[in-house]
C-alpha cells in the first residue's frame, strides 16, 4: 500500500458553482433530512432547489382492485385501499412538503419550487435533472426494508442520472472527518470525482484522502497525476494505493481514513462487485456518485 501526502500553503478558492439543487421528497424523515443537506448546499453555492414529489400511477392502479390493503403505519393494521382517499392523502402530502420547502429556504434568501409529478418515480425525475444539477435522495428511493439498502428507484436514479447524485442518511448534520474519494486506477472519470473531492473538502474545510484501486502496490504515474490535480485545486491531500482491494477492504479503508463524505464515480468497477452497494449505505455516511 503506497501513501503519498500532497500539501499546498497558498490555496485560490475557486468561485461558486451555481446549478440547481433537485432532491427527491415523499415526507419522510430521511427525505427531509435530505432537503437540510440539499439547504446547506445551495446557500453555499447560491444554488436554487428544486423538490421533486411523484405520485405513483402504480400504487393509484393497485388501490383501484378490491383486493389490495395497506397497512397503517402507526397502527399496523391492514385495511382495504381506497382511491379517493389515496388521493386526498397524496395532496395533503405536497402541500405539506410546499410548505416545508418555503419554511425551510426562504428565510435565506434561497429560490426554491416543488414540482409534482405522476408517473413512476424513475422517469419522472429523470426527465427533470439536467448533467450539471445535483439530485439528493434521501429516504425517498432507498429501500423501506432496510435503511442499509438501496431500493430499485435509488438504483436507477444513480445508474443514469446524467449529473452527480447526493444519497444522503438519516442523520441531518456531518460528522467530523475525512472527505474520502474513490478511484479505479484505470477509470476515466477520476478527474470528475476528484474535483468534487477538492469542492467538498474546500467548502467543509476538511481534510481529503483519495483511494485507488489499483492492480499494483504503487503506481509513481498515477500518483504523480493525482499529485498535480490536487495541487492545482490548492488543497492538502493524502492518496493511497490500494492493490487489488475488493468491496469490503475498500470500505474498511474508508473506516480507517475517518471519513465523513465519501466520493465515487458510478464508473468504478467497485460497483460490479455482489454486495459493494449495501457496504457503501452500511458506511452510514452521505456518498455523492459522479457519472
Not at 439547504?39 to 389490495?68: H, K, N, W
Not at 439536467?130 to 423501506?144: E, R
Not at 479503508?253 to 458510478?266: C, N
Amino acid at each position: 500500500m503506497a501513501d503519498t501526502t500532497v500539501s499546498h500553503k497558498t490555496p485560490e478558492p475557486d468561485p461558486a458553482v451555481v446549478r440547481r439543487i433537485l432532491v427527491l421528497l415523499d415526507g419522510s424523515r430521511r427525505s427531509l433530512a435530505a432537503l437540510e443537506a440539499a439547504a446547506d448546499i445551495a446557500r453555499a453555492q447560491q444554488a436554487e432547489v428544486l423538490g421533486i414529489f411523484v405520485e405513483e400511477v402504480s400504487l393509484l392502479r393497485s388501490a383501484g382492485y378490491g383486493f389490495a390493503r395497506e397497512v397503517g403505519r402507526s397502527s399496523g393494521v391492514a385495511r382495504p385501499m381506497d382511491v379517493d382517499a389515496l388521493e386526498v392523502r397524496m395532496q395533503a402530502t405536497a402541500e405539506k412538503l410546499r410548505r416545508t420547502l418555503e419554511r425551510t429556504l426562504a428565510p435565506w434568501g434561497v429560490a426554491q419550487a416543488l414540482r409534482l409529478c405522476r408517473g413512476e418515480v424513475v422517469e419522472q425525475v429523470l426527465g427533470l435533472v439536467q448533467p450539471d444539477d445535483l439530485l439528493v435522495l434521501g429516504g425517498a428511493g432507498w429501500s423501506g426494508i432496510s435503511s442499509f439498502k438501496l431500493g430499485s428507484t435509488a438504483r436507477g436514479l444513480l445508474r443514469q442520472a446524467p449529473g452527480d447524485v447526493l444519497l444522503w442518511p438519516e442523520s441531518r448534520s456531518l460528522p467530523p472527518g475525512r472527505v474520502v474519494v474513490l478511484l479505479n486506477h484505470d477509470q476515466g472519470a477520476n478527474h470528475r470525482a476528484v474535483r468534487v473531492g477538492v469542492e467538498l473538502a474546500r467548502r467543509g474545510q476538511r481534510a481529503l484522502t483519495v483511494l485507488v484501486r489499483s492492480d499494483a502496490a504503487d503506481d509513481p504515474e498515477l500518483l504523480e497525476e493525482l499529485a498535480a490535480m490536487l495541487e492545482a485545486g490548492g488543497i492538502a491531500a493524502r492518496v493511497r494505493c490500494l492493490p487489488k482491494a475488493g468491496a469490503a477492504a475498500m470500505a474498511r479503508a474508508v473506516r480507517e481514513e475517518g471519513a465523513a463524505q465519501l466520493v465515487i464515480s458510478r464508473q468504478c468497477s467497485l460497483f460490479e462487485q455482489q454486495g459493494a452497494e449495501s457496504l457503501l449505505c452500511q458506511l452510514n455516511l452521505p456518498v455523492t456518485i459522479t457519472p
